[in-house]
């Protein structure tokens, strides 16, 4: 009899108490409500993932929120949303570009997120290493969304007219490479870069093994006018000067896109390349990716990518988080993956699901670094374009250059 | 006699009733009032309001949501002590004397055509006037287009063409020529504009003047030296304050062109100023900026209209 009623007991907890959670659980998704404005800087495809399958998913599982998506394009953007913080209508959650984090955490616009009972499980569930960008005076102001990094495109047919057989590995095989490239004629270049920002040297000045600071971003001195760095400004100048390095690094030239495959041999760029330039615009061009060529401190690229950050002052903020939980479970990560933006969680590192091109830019993002995160990243972007556009327009030597870059950028880490 | 006459009136005034008056006068005023009052709100929200803010921000270390830092002074003395603004203030000074000469001398050439009777006068009316009602921006694109290094109109016509230039000219790329080659656009979009003004002018000079130097005996270039250039002397002032502040005011061509690059070779006061407060996200340094910037145009006007009025005694 005791032993029947101990059974009885049992099998109506295991019925009753399952039951009770998920009606406890459905409670608690239920009580969320409202509607979560989101700005981000998708492309076409990415946007229409977005809206098309990502916000439905999420609206489905919580049928009382309401996303009201706002994708604009990428330039404008910020100034677009501290113009908004400022006057109190800002968005709940941003899709953020890494380098604004610490710029909107530092005007006290960012919700700080280790406050939050989730955040630990989510904080282990991402990359280590996207996740440091959202991290500022001591706290993670947001989760890493996307990841990326800068890799090198090659045109096959270029590569073939000048009789190379295979992408440059090494800084030197390049220069070798170039040379031939050059033979083609006048107007074809070996390699193609849009301009003097970190974004676009900082791959090369890794890889000869310098560096824009210190480990701890508190000093330039020593790094940003380092043996390194000078020896990556000397390599990309003697391309130049060789015309080897199309002028187009000055601006006003044709775009590193346009003339890709036409006028240049090399270009690195990021994953989105593929969808946006090669399928969509350029569907018959002939390409290879191969990793950044090493040099002296190995093959190095930057990281890039997107933090998802809510706002302090957001209306909505229970909902907003469950949103933001949402971009970051492995149903949205996939079909955001599936049109090139890359997923950041690990458990989805070797997934299948994803495009064929994804693990030569994994392998890259191994040995890639992060730009300074300080609030002062675009003065310091500024100091590092001027003097290097000072030393390609022939007003200064590289090391005069490097030397007041260092001095400046030092001012500006205090 | 005078104190005498007065005396009914203001006894008359004594014994009306004050708010009988007030009334009287609300009523006829008060429509005049009614049609001013959305327009001066609209000013004073819009206008006067930001102004005011503005100038109390450019004593504060601002931010944006939060508590802000009194400095007094000190965004004031950090912009004049900033290589990159006097850089920028410098540029807009070399625009002003690259873009406003060409639109007088352009302008003033293009009007003196079209007073002329020259045939199919409407359609040139139409041509010069173009590309002033084009928008900065589609202008700016397009000259983005023509002044391409690689492969832009402009090198392949001076170069492939005429072989008038040793090679390629980096035109938005190169440190020396990036900011002539903005005016020089300038120049082109501006001049429909001030040959219309100038239009306007000539046809105020009456035609008997004309008449009475050329029975004097004058020649064409003599009647435009003693009778055109002088009498269109307020119109030259009138351009000549509208078109070195529009060109101080330098914002959008830039901004789209170069933004300022090529290593703050084309920086203008305004692309300047919008970098410190939307990029840099420091407004009280950008309000500083901006102030210096109003005070410098103020004094250059003021100078301008002076010089030209003692220049003008016709």
Known sequence: MRRSIIILLATLMAVVLPASSMAATRTAKSSLSGTVTFWNTYSPDEKAALEQKVIPAFEA??????????????????????????????????????????????????????????????????????????F?????????????????????SMFQAAGISRAPATTTEMLADCAKIKALGSGKYCYSEGGFGAWSIMPWVWSFGGNLTNKTFSKATGYLNGKGTLAAVNFLLGMYHKGYLSPNILGGGIGTWDGFGKNYAMILDGPWTVPFLFKNQYPSSDYGISLVPKGPGGSRSVVGGEDIVMLKGSRNKPATAAFMQFMLSKQAQTMMGKVGQMPVLNALAHSSAFPAYYPIFQQQLKTAKPRTPSPEWSKIDDTFTSQLSTVFHGNASVKDALNSAARTVDGLLH | MRSQSLKPVAR??????????????????????????????????????????????????????????YIGLANYQQALADPIFIQAMKNVVLYALISVPGQLIFGLAAALLLDSAVR???????????????????????????????????????????????????????????????????????IGWTAVIFLAGLQTIPADVYEAAKVDGAGRIQRFRAITIPLLAPTFMFLVVMLVIGAFNTFIQVFIMTQGGPNHSTETVLTYMYTNAFANVDFGYGAAISYLFTLLMFVISMAEIRILRRRSQY
Do not use: C
């Open chain 1, 136 to 156: 500022y005076h001591g706290h993670y102001y947001g989760l890493p969304l996307d990841t990326n990094t800068r890799v090198m495109f090659y045109s096959k």
């Open chain 2, 120 to 190: 199919f006068r409407a359609f040139f009316r139409t041509l010069f006037y173009l590309p002033v009602v084009t928008s900065w921006v589609v202008v700016s694109l397009l000259f983005t287009y023509l002044y391409n290094s690689q492969a832009g109109a402009i090198n392949y016509i001076l170069y492939d063409v005429l072989h008038v230039i040793p090679g390629y000219i980096f035109w938005l790329g190169d440190e020396n020529v990036a900011l002539p080659a903005i005016a020089f656009m300038n120049i082109w979009k501006g």
């Open chain 2, 12 to 69: 008359a005034a004594a014994f009306t009733p004050p708010r009988a008056g007030i009334l009287q006068r609300m009523r006829k005023y008060a429509p005049i009032y009614l049609f001013l009052l959305p327009g001066t709100a609209i000013f004073l929200l819009w206008t006067i309001y930001p102004l005011v803010d503005a100038f109390v921000m450019s004593f504060y270390h601002w931010n944006l949501n939060g508590p802000s830092t």
């Open chain 1, 61 to 134: 599982k919580y049928p009382n929120i309401h996303i009201n998506n706002l994708t604009l394009p990428y330039d404008g953007t910020f100034t677009k949303l501290i113009t908004s913080i400022a006057g109190g209508i800002g968005p709940d959650v941003v899709r953020s570009d890494i380098i604004w984090v610490p710029q909107l955490a530092n005007i006290n616009g960012l919700e700080p997120l280790d406050k939050y009972s989730w955040f630990p499980s989510l904080r282990k569930a991402v990359f280590s290493g996207p996740l440091r960008t959202t």
